[in-house]
């Protein structure tokens, strides 16, 4: 049993005539008989019968068929799915940090898909910390993840596609908040709330206040920064975070940092391994061509 025969019983179940079904199959008749006999001599059992002019399904012919249209449907849409993938449709699994969802992200998802208008392509978009994204993209649950730059990740590749600045951040009411700008070393007499192991920021932070030889006082650790800012807002001590907009609408003191000088980079990661779909590579080019930085 092949391919052939179960579209040519599905197209004679149709038509009823022999003739008919070899012209619209641009086979001889013959053949397409040959190849009936041979689907029934494997069945076990008679498939068409003769009524007058026509032939018509016995009632195992009529059962059979209800299988034949069913895998036939199943198959077709594969075929067309795999066509359309081809030709650069299909599902883009993205991860990313809650931080470039708010403009980043959103705005080059949408230049994307303007140029890329003729196709039907979606994105399913998840959002966590480094150390979830990196997971999920070695798990092969994300095609491409956003996120900060993990080192010992030989199997990853990383591509610069952003920045952002680290700022203080500081309650309304804090000492430190008549401050426009500060040295690091000013945070060491607070609490401070810090970045927990899991986040990509950690050892970012933690190579700052290295840097000047200073201890900070870490009174709580939290994965998100604007998790942090809320806490920060509610007078839970100070902190170290990457400015983002979100924070103008914060009860907080957004307080530049004089010393040391940092700029925090944003990465697409990226399997090296990994066979990206056509759709995918599609979208990994357009990062890596209109977002690539130094």
């Known amino acids: 049993m092949n391919l052939y025969q179960l579209r040519y019983f599905s197209l004679l179940a149709k038509t009823g005539h022999f003739r008919k079904t070899a012209e619209q199959l641009c086979i001889t008749q013959p053949s397409l008989s040959h190849s009936i006999s041979l689907l029934e001599q494997e069945l076990g059992g ?22 034949v249209e069913k895998s036939l449907d199943v198959l077709d849409e594969g075929i067309l799915n ?7 449709a299909g599902v883009i ?10 403009g980043f ?11 890329q208008k003729e196709k039907t392509i979606q994105f399913k978009f998840h959002t966590g910390i480094t150390a979830s994204l990196l997971e999920g993209l070695k798990d092969e649950k994300y095609d491409i993840v956003f996120c900060t730059k993990r080192e010992n990740e030989p199997d990853i590749h990383f591509i610069p596609v952003s920045k952002q600045d680290l700022v203080v951040i500081a309650p309304k009411n804090h000492p430190l908040s008549g401050h426009e ?7 060491a007499p607070y609490p401070q709330i810090y970045f927990s192991q899991a986040s990509g920021l950690r050892g970012i932070v933690d190579n700052l206040f290295q840097k000047i030889q200073v201890k900070p006082q870490i009174a709580y650790e939290i994965d998100e920064d604007i998790v942090i800012a809320g806490f920060v807002s509610k007078g839970f001590g100070v902190a170290v975070v990457p400015y983002m907009t979100d924070l103008l609408r914060m009860d907080v003191k957004i307080i ?3 010393y040391p000088d940092w700029e925090r980079k944003f990465y697409m990661a990226a ?3 990994h066979h990206m779909t056509p759709v995918v590579k599609n979208f990994y080019d357009y990062v890596t ?3 690539g930085i130094l």
Do not use: C, D, W
């Not at 699994?93 to 708010?102: I, P, Q």
């Not at 992200?105 to 140029?115: N, Q």
């Not at 700008?181 to 945070?187: A, G, P, R, V």
């Open 46 to 67: 008679t498939l068409f019968e003769k009524q007058g002019r026509r032939s018509v399904l016995t009632p195992k012919g009529s059962q059979f068929l209800k299988y």
């Open 82 to 88: 795999m066509r359309h993938i081809a030709m650069g």
């Open 93 to 102: 699994e993205l991860g990313f940090l809650r931080t470039l969802g708010v």
């Open 105 to 115: 992200l959103p705005e080059m998802a949408h230049r994307f898909l303007e140029e």
């Open 181 to 187: 700008s500060t040295n690091l070393k000013e945070l």
């Open 256 to 258: 530049q940092i004089s």
């Open 271 to 273: 399997l090296k391994t």
């Open 289 to 291: 061509t209109n977002y």
